[in-house]
């Protein structure tokens, strides 16, 4: 009697570890910067039209302007700012990591160490603004 | 059992002539983010950590960086650059999360209604500011404007 009969083939003792299915986000490195890049990049847009509106109050009055100036330098709003400036630095940064991911064949190739670098300069960034700023805005 | 489609699969065939929006779309993202990054760098670093920061913004303060057509013009193609760079980049995020049709369209239609206009309000405010306004009281003016 043969060995391993036609048929009976035995399954792995472990089946082999999958990748995630049914997606097509795949995680780690190259999906987390995307989906930050993302999420950054519409924060931003909404803070940009907002801005533009309470800038163009400077045509309406110096008292209007300055009135809602005035909510922007509150600690709660002090707060939102630190966020603001880290979802634009990450965005400027990370799309810097882009560029280079598509136009050099090297950068492609190590795009997880650059999504760190691009890491590690926004925390050196983020360390050279939030403390500067959050005195500004706690100190009346 | 439906089918999710290969994330570069395009909903219609690319034009075979002319200019090829898309690849230009593509380029300018590139070309327009590197200088937003220098200018929004510059804008930021100027507003909120030379002196007093947040806490020195107010009419006069805007009023003194306006006086200076260096600022009108930072200000001015920062708006464009990044008004551009952001209303396309929601365009993609549309097209990757709805199907052609109505809604679509519609939110396409917002966007740039929504970059159109803030882009001319924006422009004009810049150009047509005046620093000093009649009847405004001479504290809430930057210095330089004449004692009534």
């Known amino acids: ?140 | 059992m439906s089918v999710i489609e290969a994330p570069r699969s395009q909903a219609r065939p690319a034009r075979k002539r002319g200019v090829n929006l898309e690849k230009w779309g593509w380029i300018y993202m590139r070309a327009s983010g590197v200088v937003l990054l220098v200018l929004i760098f510059g804008h930021l670093f100027v507003n909120l950590l030379v002196g007093e920061g947040v806490k020195a913004i107010d009419f006069g303060f805007v009023g003194g960086k306006w006086a200076d057509p260096f600022w009108q013009w930072w200000d001015v193609l920062m708006l464009w650059l990044a008004l551009i760079h952001g209303a396309n980049g929601m365009r993609t995020i549309v097209n990757d999360y709805t199907n052609p049709g109505t809604t679509q369209k519609l939110l396409k239609g917002s966007l740039l209604v929504a970059a159109v206009v803030l882009i001319v309000l924006g422009t004009l405010v810049v150009f047509t500011f005046d620093p000093c306004p009649a009847g405004s009281p001479a504290d809430l003016l930057p210095s330089f404007c004449p004692a009534v």
């Open chain 1, 1 to 140: 009697m043969p060995e391993n009969p036609a048929g009976t083939l035995t399954a792995p003792a472990k089946p082999a570890k999958q990748k995630p299915g049914g997606t097509l986000y795949r995680g780690r490195e190259g999906m987390w910067s995307w989906v930050l890049h993302r999420i950054t990049g519409v924060a931003i847009f909404f803070f940009l039209l907002v801005h533009i509106l309470d800038t163009a109050l400077v045509r309406v009055s110096p008292e209007a302007y300055n009135a809602v100036i005035g909510t922007y330098q509150t600690p709660i709003m002090g707060l939102g700012e630190v966020a603001l400036v880290g979802a634009i630095v990450f965005h400027a940064f990370n799309g810097l990591r882009i560029i280079l991911v598509d136009l050099w064949a090297w950068a492609t190739r190590h795009q997880k160490l650059l999504f760190y670098i691009v890491i590690a300069l926004w925390v050196v960034t983020m360390l050279g603004f939030a403390p500067r700023h959050l005195m500004n805005v706690f100190s009346h």
